[in-house]
């Protein structure tokens, strides 16, 4: 749920962000603005799902060596 939260603040603050490189920025020129901004959004989701991907797993690596540490201390 907190990751769910996360992603979505994310993406409210991701929105006002242009991230387009020189050859997207003609392109979306040539577009028209509805069209533009719907190819910006696209590029900022694909910028932003490796961040999620990799940011996950150290997540669930980190939860899984703190129950290691945990069961570790209880044994000794």
Excluded: D, H
């Excluded at 387009?20 to 799902?49: D, H, R, V, W």
């Amino acid at each position: 749920m907190v990751i769910f939260s996360l992603l979505i603040i994310f993406c409210l603050c991701f929105q006002l962000t242009e991230a387009q490189c020189s050859m997207c920025t003609k392109t979306a020129q040539q577009l028209g603005e509805k069209p533009a901004l719907g190819l910006n959004q696209g590029i900022l989701y694909l910028m932003f799902s490796p961040f999620v991907i990799v940011g996950f797993i150290g997540f669930r690596w980190w939860k899984n060596n703190k129950q290691l540490e945990a069961a570790e201390q209880q044994n000794t």
